[in-house]
């Protein structure tokens, strides 16, 4: 049951509808209401009364205001509530009461709020029925099942589960009972509420509290057929809302059937004309229901029917004016036919009534005029099972009611798409299209292709009103555990490709749109369709495996997975289900919903036949039991004819015109500035306000005009501006087959290939080309690839003026001049080749290799005349984009190469300088440090394209011309296991896998919405080292639906503080939210809560911070550290651990043969979890507060929130079943979020739900740490390196947080895999202006390792060594080869040491030395393409002290068993391998266990899940759990005849057993000294190949070596490998933070921040465990894998180096440098020193 936009309920197939009145009536003068004496009286009698204007519904008949009575505490005798009402009526005769009789007790909270849950009874009459209706009340005790007298703090009246009874006519006391026992039998309500519209002899039917809810309980399944007309569909008037937003709200009903209004073969009954509704019911609405509409049966009926056709065309009434009123909406009529019934007979027996049967339809019931009063009644109530009744917020006086949008919908932004399971699983991150989290399947029918096409879309981008006519599905319609699981479904699960699961209903859905459009794609095909979707956890490479076994080249013997999909897609195909889009299958899996609005007769003019529509409440959670039929969608979509729509809501218009004509009329009609026109709308995933500030939004992808295609042979292709460049690349291609071999075509392919490289599948999907175009025109420094390549190609644009309906053509270039007011694209025309000399070529560069936007993109196109001494022929042309605000043709190079000779050796060099000098020096916009890059690589795709026209190339300059083509990529993985200990250390997928990929896994966000939760944003500063001199929320409270900004003022004086570290200063106390001052940009000043999410988060962008004192931040470490910024260490618990001192450094320096000194830095990187921060308070009866929050750390969530309330820690539960993914990032920064939310909960006593959107998450959340290592390294001339000098300063931002215990793992881990018999190491925490960053993945621990590799390779160079034979004579040694035992200079003894068989092992199978050998050869035989590859080894320490966790383990008597533990699964498997473990102790099938949520009440105190530790940790836990059992259960086993584990329990739990125990990890230091358990150690080989004119880097092969030990689950363990060195990769290529100087981050989303993709991995990835490596100090002999492989990924920037070792060497730079991290495209080719000059030929 979830909130709509209004307050009310929407239940399990619920459609809420609202009768409005059709125009304001005036109001009697107050005189009528002698309110003096009323306060006494209802003193006396203990009665509460508040006022209610009339404003709120509106007047009835004369009344300006109706009043509430509130009869507190128990009812007594009905004549105590007669003589109350007596005196009442004695009072105020003639006044309109609204009476609430609480049969348990009532509570009116401090601020006027009903507090009420269960057991209640709403009673809306009036005075002159109080009387018969206190009589029925003797009736009430045995209709309404009452349990208890409870009581929920909720701020409006919540009706669980009830029955209204809609009387128009005054009943008699016989009928009352007779109804209301009846609707108990038939029914089984457990309680009802009646309505009685009787006033003086007139019907009210207009007030707003007459709203009627359509529900389908009263019918069977197999009969429900709800069809829910157009315009109940589309009518929620949510214009601007995204299908991401309201798709997610909708109620997907298992078999909605919208517009199509079939009745089962029944004939349909046509259409409703407005004229007989205005004859009988509308008149009778407006002046009044009286003798004109008598109340016999057949009246009644009549009186129904209008009702519920009033409520189908709500919109009906809007423009009521003067007597005189427009239908705008046609309904359709249907008549139900039942079986007849004796109601009487039925009711006396007490038997449940025969259900309805015949033709089922929700909406625009007919009840026929034959039916007798009481059939007709029932009828009706099979339709009306539910209703909110005068729903209103009660407060104090008008002011605090609330206000109500009239037809607005729900639009909490992450509310989850629904469909046949009812869970909300279509997730949602960045709302920009970038990461692929919400992707789903839209169907739709394409008239001009004459087919159905199935899209994988992005829906957080997708308006609502713009998925008419089409059909939705999502990852619930693809299998469940109930009816079975999709084959993909089945395949990501088992082929380990979902860790956190965030992403994977994502993934589903876009392997499943590609296969229903080809159910046999190529592994490449696979490979290219993932662009769009983000995994931060598994590295792609099970997913890919996962995804290539439905591929139609899929090689058993060559993957990992040797299951293959495509088989079990086929057996389903056999079976029914439409797994593929297989032309065998018969019944889709997936349930679809279908939407659409009316439609109308197309042969009539359209400007007559606009149908005004909104989006209405529609159906949230449906039963799963009933599936669409295929031809049923497939008749639809093929079908329906799109219609012109209108829609209204939020002050925004929506419009669908379906001709050009009539868009032509709305935009002279509309100004420009307050419409926009879209088909995907998915530039708001760029430029989000472009999505509100509009008043009118016009949809034209449905105008025939715009998307119609030609092929002219002499003009060329004609493409309609509504075309999506999906299908832009359809056209062309299929040009392109159709003309063959003809050279028109003959460059076409590089179009095509670039269009591929535009945003993602999912985009590309719904973008239209003309959008592109358009963003260029509208918005400055837009890096249009459509316009780039097709400026190129001497496309023109066709260009219709809405005023004079005159066309002109214009080219690309003169677009940009033109004024586009009054003025739309029609279409473009891409001419053919002049010649089958002419060549294009178009080049991109981009921060990642896809679905990245270009840093700089060019289209070149050229005629040399190879026959004619290869002269350039006329008509070059050169475009260049991100070099100024908009693409630039290079017009005086063009002009330069006229009739040149390409071989003529000035050619190119002149050119290049023309180039250079005279095209390219507009003043160029870029970010910060990039202008230069962009000028050099334009450069250098002149030169490649310049290239491709030189005759007999020098073969070292061919790669440099040919286009680059990566190869599909692949994967291998080797491991051992114990048999023995099975199922533990056995290869098995998560067990929880299966639900994630399924979409049935819950995460925090997914938690039931709660009736009255508010919804929060936080408001942020925007300066970063100030004082707040006053904060203005003014401007936000006007918004509607606002409710309130908490602040620091609501929290007591001395509790705000969500500090966790102990001994800190005050005045570095980090705070909840900022009172006094401000010290970092995003700092939380305060929460802006809301009716609705979206309105939270708009209204805390309208926080207005003025600020005094306003100080110059400290942004860097390097100006902290000149600065000495430092954070203060006066205590214990925030001083750094060391400083760390062996042997005597200064005399080892002076015995050194070389001493080197400098400094190395490394910047941050943001955590990139899918699930964002979020949590949900939810405050309980006696002062309780349970908390549902995304953290690592529950514990500590819920003593802070305890302390920021100041209540007892017991009164607070924090936990969950899952998060989305953390890193680190949800350890200790969760707290903060949280403890807000509760501080708001608490003053509201209202649950909270605080989800916070990506860029806020960005911009106010924690990184990576920034390190620098200043170091001076003594060293011999045999590469022992004598002595090792190390200060390390550590960027902690704004507070402490975890900037201690960083800088503590990073001085105990600076050794890496060395020993240093002089060693000095120390650290100091610095202090910025810039959000407390906080721990990710191997904190410390990564730039350590990083740094100390860099002295050794630094070492090295100076001796000209190979850095390799450096590392090797500096290892620490080991002791099994009988060397002596060496300690670290944290004093660790180094007594297991795996690490020189690691090395000597992955160097054989790696094939190293072949290897580079074959890297030398390549480099000499290429100029501008560079490889390196790298070897690099890791020693990392895991310390289990401090590793407390509540280990729990219930056996319950039929043998099953429950394991509670305090870690948190966060994707590492923790779950998994705890039942592992104990299935293995205990020797039980692992079926028979499940692991249950983590919450503080079941796993108390625990630590945090982090440092790679939880795992083993909790599984040591469940180990002591059995060895108890095992010991309680011996005795008996020795016994029983039954002597299987069930026969025993069996036993156990009658004699009285206690089968539950459990176990306290509280690990002590090491027997063999120091703070490590064990270390890990790994090591791996890089390779890669480096673009020297651009910087675009390929990572060739990758080989992992990683000792774990003897795995407890091997898939899992390289799962946390591969995933951890993925993101090692993006810290290094990919991921850039970039700040303004105000502090403010800006690469704020994933248009700017950018982790790797699909074709960011190793094109050859391989990674082996170490086998035979039982590690005795280990659970089970197992280790580690969370953290330490993603060191390893330091072997990627080490092979990138030496890469550009090769390319300098080419200029004869062999000098020392050091690249910048991270290594971006603009770093690498930089640091290559690439200039024109060396351009040769």
């Known amino acids: 049951m979830v909130e709509d936009d209004r307050g009310g309920l929407v239940e399990r197939g619920v459609v809420s509808f609202e009768l409005r009145e059709g125009r304001e009536r005036k109001a009697e003068p107050s005189a009528i209401f002698p309110l003096e004496g009323l306060e006494e009286v209802l003193k006396e009698e203990r009665v509460v009364l508040?006022?209610?204007?009339?404003?709120?519904?509106?007047?009835?008949?004369?009344?300006?205001?109706?009043i509430f009575i509130l009869l507190g505490g128990r009812l007594g005798s009905l004549e105590e509530?007669?003589?109350?009402?007596?005196?009442?009526?004695?009072?105020?005769?003639?006044?309109?009461?609204?009476?609430?009789?609480?049969?348990?007790?009532?509570?009116?909270?401090?601020?006027?709020?009903?507090?009420?849950?269960?057991?209640?009874?709403?009673?809306?009459?009036?005075?002159?029925?109080?009387?018969?209706?206190?009589?029925?009340?003797?009736?009430?005790?045995?209709?309404?099942?009452?349990?208890?007298?409870?009581?929920?703090?909720?701020?409006?009246?919540?009706?669980?589960?009830?029955?209204?009874?809609?009387?128009?006519?005054e009943l008699s006391d016989f009928l009352l009972r007779a109804f209301l026992s009846v609707a108990h039998v038939f029914f089984q309500v457990e309680r009802v509420v009646w309505v009685v519209l009787v006033h003086q002899g007139r019907v009210d039917v207009g007030q707003k509290v007459t709203r009627i809810r359509f529900v389908d309980k009263a019918v069977d399944e197999e009969l429900l057929r709800l069809s829910v007309l157009q315009s109940a569909v589309l009518r929620r008037k949510r214009d601007g809302q995204t299908l991401g937003e309201t798709l997610k709200h909708i109620l997907l009903c298992k078999v909605l059937d919208v517009g199509v209004h079939r009745v089962s073969g029944k004939t349909k009954i046509g259409l409703i004309k407005g004229s007989e509704i205005k004859e009988k019911f509308l008149h009778a609405v407006v002046e009044g229901l009286g003798s004109e509409v008598a109340f016999d049966q057949t009246g009644l009926a009549t009186f129904f029917e209008q009702v519920l056709l009033l409520a189908l065309e709500r919109d009906g009434l809007e423009t009521f004016e003067e007597g005189t009123f427009e239908m705008t909406s046609k309904v359709e009529k249907v008549a139900l036919k039942t079986e007849t019934f004796d109601v009487l007979d039925s009711f006396r027996r007490e038997e449940k009534l025969t259900r309805l049967k015949g033709s089922k339809c929700l909406l625009g019931v007919l009840l026929g005029e034959s039916l007798s009063l009481f059939r007709g009644l029932l009828l009706l109530l099979g339709q009306l099972l539910c209703a909110q009744v005068a729903h209103r917020r009660i407060g104090q006086g008008p002011a605090r009611q609330t206000r109500h949008h009239q037809g607005a919908v729900a639009c909490r932004k992450h509310h989850r798409l629904s469909c046949v399971l009812g869970r909300p699983r279509v997730l949602s991150l960045c709302d920009g299209g970038g990461c692929g989290c919400c992707t789903v399947t839209l169907s739709y029918f394409d008239q001009v292709e004459n087919k159905q096409m199935d899209v994988a879309i992005n829906s957080c981008l997708r308006p609502l009103c713009s998925i008419d006519g089409m059909a939705v599905t999502t990852i619930e319609g693809l299998g469940n555990h109930i009816e079975g699981y999709h084959p993909i479904q089945q395949q990501l699960a088992d082929n380990?490709?979902?860790?956190?699961?965030?992403?994977?209903?994502?993934?589903?859905?876009?392997?499943?749109?590609?296969?229903?459009?080809?159910?046999?794609?190529?592994?490449?095909?696979?490979?290219?369709?993932?662009?769009?979707?983000?995994?931060?956890?598994?590295?792609?490479?099970?997913?890919?495996?996962?995804?290539?076994?439905?591929?139609?080249?899929?090689?058993?013997?060559?993957?990992?997975?040797?299951?293959?999909?495509?088989?079990?897609?086929?057996?389903?195909?056999?079976?029914?289900?439409?797994?593929?889009?297989?032309?065998?299958?018969?019944?889709?899996?997936?349930?679809?919903?279908?939407?659409?609005?009316?439609?109308?007769?197309?042969?009539?003019?359209?400007?007559?036949?606009?149908?005004?529509?909104?989006?209405?409440?529609?159906?949230?959670?449906?039963?799963p039991s009933v599936r669409r039929k295929e031809e049923e969608v497939k008749t639809f979509l093929r079908t329906y004819k799109a219609g012109s729509l209108k829609s209204q809501a939020y002050g925004k218009l929506w419009y669908h015109p379906i001709s050009l004509g009539a868009l032509y009329q709305l935009m002279n009609q509309v100004p420009s500035a307050e419409r926009r026109l879209l088909v995907g709308n998915t530039s708001t995933g760029i430029y989000k306000k472009d999505g509100f500030t509009p008043r009118v939004l016009v949809d034209i992808r449905d105008i025939q005009e715009l998307n119609q295609y030609s092929v002219d042979q002499t003009k060329g292709v004609t493409v309609g501006s509504a075309i999506t460049i999906s299908k832009l690349i359809g056209i062309l291609e299929q040009v392109q087959k159709n003309m063959g071999t003809s050279y028109k075509v003959i460059w076409y392919q590089a179009l095509i290939d670039h269009l591929f490289k535009v945003a993602n599948f999912q985009v590309r999907n719904s973008a239209c080309w003309a959008g592109n175009v358009m963003l260029v025109h509208n918005h400055t420094n837009f890096p249009s690839d459509v316009f780039t390549i097709m400026m190129g190609a001497n496309a023109t644009l066709l260009l219709g003026n809405s005023t004079t309906n005159a066309t002109k053509t214009v080219s690309f270039s003169a677009f940009l001049s033109e004024d586009m007011s009054n003025q739309i694209i029609l279409s473009m025309t891409i001419p053919f080749a002049s010649s089958a000399f002419e060549v294009l070529k178009t080049f991109k560069i981009a921060l990642r290799h896809e679905n990245s936007h270009a840093l700089v993109n060019a289209a070149l196109k050229m005629t040399v005349m190879s026959s004619n001494n290869q002269i350039v022929a006329p008509g070059p042309i050169l475009v260049f984009g991100g070099i100024d605000s908009h693409p630039i043709r290079a017009t005086n190079t063009e002009a330069f190469l006229l009739n040149r000779i390409i071989t003529d050796s000035s050619t190119l060099p002149t050119a290049l300088n023309v180039l250079v000098n005279q095209d390219l020096q507009p003043v160029i916009v870029s970010e910060p440090g990039k202008t230069q890059y962009r000028l050099s690589v334009a450069s250098s795709f002149f030169y490649k394209f310049f290239l491709g026209f030189v005759p007999n190339l020098p073969a070292n300059l061919v790669s440099a011309a040919a286009t680059y083509e990566r190869p599909v990529s692949s994967g291998s993985q080797s491991y051992d296991t114990n048999p023995i200990e099975y199922p533990a250390?056995?290869?098995?997928?998560?067990?929880?896998?299966?639900?994630?990929?399924?979409?049935?896994?819950?995460?925090?966000?997914?938690?039931?919405?709660?009736?009255?939760?508010?919804?929060?944003?936080?408001?942020?500063?925007?300066?970063?080292?100030?004082?707040?001199a006053a904060i203005d929320v003014s401007e936000a409270m006007k918004i509607e639906g606002v409710i309130d900004f908490v602040s620091a003022n609501d929290i007591k004086p001395g509790c705000n503080s969500c500090e966790t570290n102990v001994g800190v200063p005050s005045s570095l106390t980090e705070v909840i939210f900022a009172a006094d001052q401000v010290v970092y940009v995003g700092q939380p000043v305060g929460l802006i809560l809301a009716e609705k999410q979206s309105i939270a988060e708009h209204a805390a962008k309208l926080v207005n911070i003025t600020y005094k004192n306003i100080q110059t931040p400290v942004l860097t470490l390097q100006d902290a550290i000149q600065?000495?910024?430092?954070?203060?260490?006066?205590?214990?618990?925030?001083?750094?651990?060391?400083?760390?001192?062996?042997?005597?450094?200064?005399?080892?320096?002076?015995?050194?043969?070389?001493?080197?000194?400098?400094?190395?830095?490394?910047?941050?990187?943001?955590?990139?979890?899918?699930?964002?921060?979020?949590?949900?308070?939810?405050?309980?009866?006696?002062?309780?507060?349970?908390?549902r929050s995304s953290t690592q750390w529950p514990a500590t969530v819920q003593t802070v929130i305890a302390r920021v309330l100041d209540i007892p820690i017991n009164q607070v539960t924090v936990g969950q079943k899952r998060i989305g993914g953390a890193y680190g990032a949800k350890i200790s920064r969760a707290t903060p979020v949280a403890a807000a939310a509760a501080v708001a909960a608490n003053k509201h006593q209202r649950p909270i739900r605080l989800i916070m959107d990506l860029n806020t998450n960005m911009e106010s959340q924690s990184k990576r740490h920034p390190f620098v290592c200043q170091f001076k390294v003594g060293f011999m001339k045999s590469g022992v390196i004598n002595a090792l000098e190390l200060v390390y300063y550590d960027d902690g931002g704004a507070f402490y947080d975890s900037v201690v215990g960083t800088m503590d793992m990073a001085l105990t881990t600076a050794d890496n895999a060395y020993y240093f018999a002089n060693y000095s190491a120390s650290g100091i925490c610095c202090r910025t202006n810039l959000p407390p960053n906080t721990s990710m993945r191997a904190p410390?621990?990564?730039?350590?390792?990083?740094?100390?590799?860099?002295?050794?390779?630094?070492?090295?160079?100076?001796?000209?060594?190979?850095?390799?034979?450096?590392?090797?004579?500096?290892?620490?040694?080991?002791?099994?080869?009988?060397?002596?035992?060496?300690?670290?200079?944290?004093?660790?003894?180094?007594?297991?040491?795996?690490?020189?068989?690691?090395?000597?092992?992955?160097?054989?199978?790696?094939?190293?030395?072949?290897?580079?050998?074959?890297?030398?050869?390549?480099?000499?035989?290429?100029?501008?393409?560079?490889?390196?590859?790298?070897?690099?080894?890791?020693?990392?320490?895991?310390?289990?002290?401090?590793?407390?966790?509540?280990?729990?383990?219930?056996?319950?008597?039929?043998?099953?068993?429950?394991?509670?533990?305090?870690?948190?699964?966060?994707?590492?498997?923790?779950?998994?391998?705890?039942?592992?473990?104990?299935?293995?102790?205990?020797?039980?099938?692992?079926?028979?266990?499940?692991?249950?949520?983590?919450?503080?009440?079941?796993?108390?105190?625990?630590?945090?899940?982090?440092?790679?530790?939880?795992?083993?940790?909790?599984?040591?836990?469940?180990?002591?759990?059995?060895?108890?059992?095992?010991?309680?259960?011996?005795?008996?086993?020795?016994?029983?005849?039954?002597?299987?584990?069930?026969?025993?329990?069996?036993?156990?739990?009658?004699?009285?057993?206690?089968?539950?125990?459990?176990?306290?990890t509280y690990p002590v230091p090491p027997i063999t000294g120091g703070g490590f358990q064990y270390n890990t150690y790994g090591t791996s080989v890089a390779e890669v190949e480096l673009d020297v004119l651009t910087g675009e880097i390929q990572i060739v092969r990758c080989d992992i070596?990683?000792?774990?030990?003897?795995?407890?689950?091997?898939?899992?363990?390289?799962?946390?490998?591969?995933?951890?060195?993925?993101?090692?990769?993006?810290?290094?290529?990919?991921?850039?933070?970039?700040?303004?100087k105000t502090g403010k981050l800006t690469s704020n989303g994933t248009w700017e921040y950018k982790p790797p993709s699909v074709k960011d991995i190793p094109i050859d990835l391989r990674i082996d465990?170490?086998?035979?490596?039982?590690?005795?100090?280990?659970?089970?002999?197992?280790?580690?894998?969370?953290?330490?492989?993603?060191?390893?990924?330091?072997?990627?920037?080490?092979?990138?180096?030496?890469?550009?070792?090769?390319?300098?060497?080419?200029?004869?730079?062999?000098?020392?440098?050091?690249?910048?991290?991270?290594?971006?495209?603009?770093?690498?080719?930089?640091?290559?020193?690439?200039?024109?000059?060396?351009f040769t030929i």
């Open 985 to 1028: 250390s056995q290869y098995m997928p998560k067990l929880d896998g299966i639900y994630q990929t399924s979409g049935e896994a819950q995460y925090v966000d997914d938690s039931d919405h709660i009736e009255g939760t508010l919804y929060a944003a936080m408001g942020l500063s925007t300066n970063a080292n100030a004082s707040i």
């Open 1601 to 1636: 070596l990683y000792d774990c030990g003897q795995s407890l689950n091997p898939a899992i363990d390289i799962g946390q490998a591969v995933g951890g060195f993925l993101t090692g990769v993006g810290y290094f290529l990919t991921e850039e933070l970039v700040y303004d």
């Open 81 to 169: 509530v007669g003589d109350i009402r007596a005196k009442l009526c004695s009072k105020v005769p003639h006044l309109l009461l609204e009476v609430l009789f609480f049969l348990g007790f009532a509570l009116v909270e401090d601020d006027g709020l009903i507090v009420v849950e269960e057991d209640i009874i709403i009673v809306l009459a009036l005075i002159e029925l109080l009387h018969a209706l206190l009589e029925v009340l003797g009736c009430l005790d045995k209709v309404l099942k009452l349990s208890k007298d409870t009581l929920d703090r909720r701020s409006r009246v919540v009706l669980q589960k009830h029955l209204v009874l809609v009387f128009p006519f």
């Open 50 to 66: 508040v006022e209610r204007g009339g404003t709120d519904g509106g007047p009835v008949d004369g009344l300006e205001r109706s």
């Open 1123 to 1187: 600065q000495k910024s430092f954070f203060p260490a006066t205590s214990p618990g925030i001083t750094p651990a060391g400083p760390f001192v062996v042997g005597d450094v200064t005399s080892a320096f002076a015995e050194s043969d070389f001493v080197v000194s400098d400094q190395i830095y490394v910047g941050p990187q943001y955590h990139f979890h899918m699930e964002t921060q979020q949590c949900i308070v939810v405050p309980e009866a006696n002062g309780k507060f349970n908390v």
């Open 496 to 623: 380990n490709g979902t860790q956190c699961g965030f992403c994977s209903p994502g993934m589903v859905m876009n392997m499943y749109s590609l296969l229903q459009n080809n159910p046999n794609p190529t592994t490449k095909e696979i490979e290219d369709h993932f662009d769009g979707n983000i995994c931060r956890c598994t590295g792609y490479r099970p997913i890919l495996d996962a995804m290539n076994t439905f591929a139609s080249d899929f090689d058993k013997t060559k993957s990992p997975c040797k299951k293959s999909g495509k088989e079990a897609c086929e057996k389903l195909c056999k079976k029914g289900g439409a797994a593929c889009g297989s032309k065998n299958a018969k019944e889709p899996k997936a349930s679809v919903v279908v939407i659409h609005g009316n439609s109308k007769d197309n042969k009539k003019k359209e400007e007559e036949v606009v149908d005004e529509i909104a989006i209405e409440d529609i159906i949230r959670k449906p039963k």
């Open 1340 to 1560: 410390g621990c990564f730039p350590s390792i990083y740094f100390v590799e860099k002295i050794v390779e630094r070492c090295a160079f100076e001796l000209q060594m190979d850095p390799n034979d450096v590392r090797q004579i500096n290892f620490y040694n080991d002791p099994s080869q009988g060397l002596p035992i060496q300690k670290t200079p944290y004093g660790t003894p180094i007594i297991y040491n795996s690490l020189p068989a690691v090395w000597s092992q992955i160097q054989q199978t790696s094939d190293y030395a072949s290897r580079l050998q074959a890297v030398q050869v390549f480099n000499q035989q290429n100029r501008w393409r560079k490889r390196g590859i790298s070897l690099v080894p890791i020693k990392y320490g895991i310390e289990w002290i401090g590793g407390t966790y509540s280990v729990s383990v219930n056996v319950y008597p039929d043998g099953t068993i429950l394991i509670s533990h305090g870690g948190t699964e966060v994707g590492q498997g923790i779950n998994t391998k705890v039942a592992q473990v104990l299935a293995y102790e205990l020797g039980v099938d692992i079926s028979l266990i499940t692991v249950g949520s983590n919450d503080t009440q079941k796993a108390a105190n625990s630590l945090c899940t982090g440092g790679s530790i939880t795992s083993e940790l909790c599984a040591k836990g469940v180990i002591d759990c059995a060895v108890q059992l095992k010991k309680r259960l011996e005795p008996l086993k020795a016994v029983v005849a039954d002597k299987t584990w069930t026969g025993v329990v069996a036993v156990a739990a009658a004699s009285g057993v206690d089968l539950q125990a459990h176990a306290w």
């Open 1665 to 1734: 465990l170490l086998k035979n490596a039982s590690c005795p100090l280990g659970v089970l002999g197992s280790k580690a894998s969370g953290e330490p492989p993603l060191c390893l990924s330091v072997s990627i920037y080490f092979a990138a180096t030496y890469a550009i070792y090769a390319a300098r060497a080419e200029i004869d730079n062999t000098s020392f440098f050091s690249l910048a991290q991270p290594c971006t495209v603009d770093q690498l080719q930089q640091t290559c020193l690439v200039d024109p000059s060396q």
